[in-house]
């Protein structure tokens, strides 16, 4: 054994953590019930994971753990300047329009810290919060229309990588 504190969450063979849309992402190192070590990679043969901070989790137990990712600074926006960012992106005509009754008090400025990760990997997003409306945006079309969605995905996370290749 290694030392590092093992994860809770994961099922009960030993295998991944899965994460969903909205989830916070890291990674809790775990062994197989028989005591072997699971291995570091990403399933698909790559030690690199999906990213620069699920691999440096893999390799050193101190920076396993839960981080926020989340928008740069620069993009933090009220939740009106981001219907107002969909609106722009939908085109064709939609618009929104504030209709508060003074009910229950809602957040206006929503905002995560993302600072840990950008502390402990150096992290930043790659997308500004523009490039990732109108990619929300494709994709909803696409599903409204009920096209091929898997296609619009597989296009956008290609689209991605290259432009994280191109970095």
């Known amino acids: 054994m290694d030392g590092c504190q093992h994860g809770k969450a ?3 063979q ?18 197989h019930k028989d005591g072997r070590q699971c291995s570091q990679n990403d399933g698909n043969g790559s030690k690199e994971g999906h990213g620069t901070v699920i691999a440096e989790q893999a390799q050193d137990c101190s920076k396993q753990g839960y981080y926020n990712v989340g928008p ?11 219907a107002t960012l969909f609106c722009e992106a939908w085109q064709e005509g939609v618009r929104w329009k504030n209709v ?6 809602e957040a ?7 600072s840990l990760i950008q502390q402990v990997f150096g992290w930043k997003p790659m997308w500004d919060i523009r490039k990732a409306v109108e990619a929300t945006v494709e994709w909803s079309k696409v599903y409204r229309a009920h096209e091929d969605v898997r296609a619009c995905m597989e296009h956008q996370i290609t689209e991605f990588l290259n432009e994280r290749a191109d970095r």
Do not use: M, N
Not at 100 to 105: Q, R, T, V, Y
Not at 108 to 114: A, E, G, H, P, R
């Open 72 to 82: 740069a600074e620069a993009d933090c926006i009220t939740v009106g300047e981001l």
């Open 108 to 114: 206006s400025f929503l905002k995560l810290d993302c």
């Open 100 to 105: 508060s009754d003074e009910g229950p008090h």
């Open 10 to 12: 994961a099922d009960d």
């Open 14 to 31: 030993g295998g991944k953590i899965r994460y969903k849309a909205g989830d916070k992402i890291g990674v809790q190192h775990r062994h």
